[in-house]
């Protein structure tokens, strides 16, 4: 089965990597790739962009890097569409995740969030997103 996973930030990481090892425990022929770092490479990812180019903190940083946020939105959806996987599994780092889990959706692919962002303490709206676009 093919896997591809999106996790931004070192915590994610850490946590996909365990997931990702015990998927190999469990089907050894699965294929995986992701957007993450370190950890995830040596648990079996084939990593296509790393945690460390995407991790952009605070509103300034953010404002000055805007044009490559954007363009890893359209790196990362074509890296799926390239990829193909029958499951997009997304960890944490909710601001990127959310909107792939949308554009995910609409193009038919299956989606889980693993460590799904905190809907209680602010921005309420991510339950209703999450309902939606993530099975």
């Known amino acids: 089965m093919r896997y591809f996973f999106i996790a931004g930030e070192a915590s994610g990481d850490m946590h996909a990597a365990r997931v990702i090892h015990a998927l190999r425990q469990l089907d050894p022929e699965a294929d995986i790739q992701a957007w993450g770092g370190d950890q995830m490479q040596e648990a079996g990812a084939v990593i296509d962009k790393h945690i460390r180019e995407l991790a952009f903190m605070g509103f300034v940083e953010v404002l000055m890097n805007l044009g490559e946020i954007l ?55 991510r339950v209703e997103i999450i309902r939606k676009y993530v099975d």
């Open 71 to 125: 363009r890893n939105f359209k790196r990362c959806k074509t890296a799926i569409q390239t990829f193909n996987p029958a499951v997009l599994v997304l960890v944490d780092y909710p601001g990127f995740n959310l909107r792939m889990a949308k554009w995910a959706k609409k193009q038919g692919y299956r989606v889980l969030y693993y460590i799904s962002p905190t809907v209680w303490a602010w921005k309420e709206n």
